[in-house]
């Protein structure tokens, strides 16, 4: 079954500096995603990346966040200057374009990469 | 408006019994709603999901309940078993899925022998 895949699986930053957490979405999807998932807490959205633009982005994606396609598989998170309620799970996912409510596919989600700013 | 309620927080079920968990929304641009079930150090796995354009949904053990007046749906889980033990998140979305999901709080469903 395809997947979705991340890296790094946990990542250790300390506070202001820079990291980029990477994503290979399913090959034949057109939609992309970053949630996050403070420890413990529901899983919240971060921002939709479509035709090689943002889609839409909640408040939490702020000028310290972008995302980049930089090839035809990879899709990344960039965070500028990390701060520390930055650390949570952060979760890519992908979908297929108006496919998702025909085949009852949704999202397909990878594994997430824990981020720990310290 | 863009909130999906979820309870109970926490559910111990007895293997064997009925596992039930709720869901509400308020938002009636929202027709995709789908049920994730996540493992610790996983991310969500897509469920099962359902459109409003029907009222209930089965897939094995797993069944959907939509209630489109009320704004409500739920999973029910027959015959649980120790295996289902994870947290389980419902979600909404407009659009048939495809755009952003709105996740519910999400419950720890714990199953005992």
């Known amino acids: 079954e395809p997947e979705v895949t991340q890296t790094p699986s946990h990542q250790v930053t300390q506070m202001g500096q820079e990291v980029i957490l990477r994503c290979v979405p399913i090959?034949?999807?057109?939609?992309f995603y970053w949630y996050r998932q403070i420890l413990g807490q529901k899983v919240e959205f971060l921002v939709s990346?479509?035709?090689?633009?943002?889609?839409?982005k909640s408040e939490i994606f702020d000028d310290q966040f972008s995302v980049e396609r930089p090839d035809g598989s990879n899709f990344t998170l960039k965070i500028r200057s990390t701060k520390l309620e930055d650390s949570a799970m952060y979760f890519c996912?992908?979908?297929?374009?108006?496919?998702?409510?025909?085949?009852?596919?949704?999202?397909?989600f990878g594994s997430g990469t824990r981020l720990t700013v310290v | 408006q863009q909130q999906v309620k979820q309870s109970p927080q926490s559910l111990i079920v007895q293997k064997g019994g009925i596992s039930i968990i709720n869901c509400a929304y308020e938002?009636?641009?929202?027709?995709?709603f789908p049920w994730y079930q996540q493992f610790p150090g996983k991310g969500p796995a897509l469920l099962i999901a359902?459109?409003?354009?029907?009222s209930e949904k089965k897939e094995g053990r797993f069944t959907i309940s939509f209630n489109k007046s009320a704004k409500q749906f739920s999973l029910h889980i027959m015959d649980s078993q120790p295996g289902d033990s994870a947290t389980y998140f419902c979600?909404?979305?407009?659009?048939?899925?495809?755009?952003?999901?709105?996740f519910g709080t999400g419950t720890r469903l714990t199953i005992i022998p």
């Open positions: 996912a992908s979908s297929e374009r108006g496919q998702a409510a025909s085949r009852d596919y949704g999202y397909t």
């Open positions: 090959s034949n999807h057109l939609y």
């Open positions: 990346f479509y035709n090689n633009e943002i889609s839409e």
């Open positions: 938002n009636t641009a929202f027709d995709y």
């Open positions: 359902i459109r409003p354009d029907v």
């Open positions: 979600a909404a979305s407009p659009n048939f899925g495809n755009e952003k999901l709105t």
